[in-house]
């Protein structure tokens, strides 16, 4: 497939200049046949296998070793393999399609013939996005990409404006988390072929929403991962990461290893019109070349997107800074990075427990004010749960390249039950900090359900072969064990198993839950319509916020503003506070004016008890458990 349009630098600013990206790996259709391309360095011969008929086709090496070749009699809707050296046939690694699973032959896919019924669209930028993370096969009863489209009007009503997709590259068995993927061109057979993820992101962006999807490129998968037979140059010891060996970015052979994940990574832009990718673990992928693979990448994934805008948000558990910054000054030029920090602290204040790798928070309103006015809190300090620093200095990055949250899938599913934190903290104080995530200047993201506090918890699931599976869930239970109370037998027996059908079954959501717990999807809704809608919250302009600690657990937040159009947001996470008389700076009205009142986490729409107002002629009375927000009034 051949995309002409203009290019991007790396600033992420259009440039005139016209370019093309063509995909050149794995099967492309032609009008005289198919031409099919795989790198296999070390092989002497590959051969194309058409398993209709059991005719093959010797295809002729390069220099880069490059296998290539045109076989006129193949079509779309052939199945074919890739036999090496005379010996076995194995599935193409660049494959768009495995209709029967990893192992089974791979398709030969034209993309080209697909109509888009969609109006032209000009891509997202990171400003102004609510983010929401969702599982496929999770999030409806079906679990489907067709069934999905019609959760977008919900969605979109309920105020979130970009979906990230969890992993969809194709992984073993019949339900997974997606970080298992293995053919990392094929969308997971499960749920849905090529043509349906298409369907769905031109059903989105009719709706006005943008799509973004989770890709691993610091890991291969372990069960259908056939790279290694096409060339042990995919990996390398030299960077040992947490699931083995590392993806082998600079070190001898890299390029073709290299040109997998650009092409990868442009290929899910162009093919599908993605609107950008979340990049797992970016802290695991090691590469000393002149240029990081993140920043090529980042370069190509733009110019391929031509006049459309895409962003690139990174999970970095280092927390380096350089993931956004631009390339020219040593950085990735990505647009958006996790901040951990936040939730951990957001953790810790709900439940009161600094254990694991929550240790080193202590969940206080000064840790909450200092993570939302720089966007992490670890800046190279020491972290005594790694034993080592954390973190590198935030200077001038703007706060939408932050991307806060109280759930993920990682941080639900990285406790016994599946926790979700609602269940950990009084329905006041999940409104109050549901109101701090979507009212802070950073960008906020919501893990599937958590808008109407869904009852069900999202488990780690895995649906490998027996002998890994066991392996996979002892790796569980050693991880859960970092939790003390988790670390005790009653606990471990009672671990779920990411194999059993149940553990998957109990993680999809109930969507009737929407009506049922109607209170506090309104409040999500209420609140994502204050965050798009006032003009001050809107500008998401850190520069202009000041914060002031009130208790050890309630905070407040200053949005500045022209013509002292201010407002305020008062938020306590403890317990009753008389703040009388006031004398925090921060809390005085703007000159010839007087704060009034422009939202509570209170209201009884919501579930609360009604609202009271916290400022008092004397000072301020503010409730526990509240989160409050003011406009400034001039007389």
Known sequence: MTITSSSINVSGEHATSPTTWQMTLGAQVEPVGVRFRVWAPKRARVDVVLEDDGRSFPLLKDEAGYFSGLVPIAAAGMRYRYRLDNGEAYPDPCSRYQPEGPHGPSLIVDASPYDRRTHPW?????PGQVIYELHVGTFTPEGTLDALIGQLDELKECGVTLIELMPLAEFPGRWNWGYDGVALFAPAHVYGDPNALRRFVDAAHARGLGVILDVVYNHFGPDGNYLPVYSDL?????????WGQAINYDGPGSQGVRDFVLQ????????????????????AIYDDSPLHVLAELSQKTRASAGERSIVLIAECESQLIKTVRPIEEGGWGLDGVWSDDFHHICRVAATGRSEAY????RGTAQELLSVIKRGFVFQGQRHAWQKKPRGTVVKNEPASAFVFYLQNHDQVA???HGDRIHGMVSPAGYRAEGALVLLAPETPMLFMGQEFAASSPFLF?????????????????????????????????????????????QSRLDLSERRRHAAIYLLHQDLLRLRREDRVLARQDRGTLDGAVLSTQALALRYSAPMDDDRLLVVNLGPDLNFIPGPEPLLAPVEHGAWVLQWSSDHPRYGGPGIINPLTE?????LAATATLFRAAKH
């Open 122 to 126: 000009p891509g997202v930028r990171m």
């Open 618 to 622: 004397d000072g301020w009375r503010i």
């Open 461 to 505: 699931f895995a649906d490998h072969h027996s002998d890994l599976a066991a392996k996979v869930y002892e790796g569980r239970k050693k991880f859960l064990s970092e939790f003390p109370e988790y670390a005790t037998p009653e606990a471990q027996d009672v671990v779920p198993d990411p194999a059993n059908e149940s553990t998957f079954l």
């Open 234 to 242: 995919y990996l390398t010891d030299r960077h040992p990461n947490e």
């Open 414 to 416: 990285n406790h016994l």
């Open 264 to 283: 990868n990574a442009c290929y899910w832009i162009t093919e599908f019109r993605l609107d950008g990718l979340r990049l797992d673990a970016v802290h």
């Open 358 to 361: 929550y240790a080193d928070y």
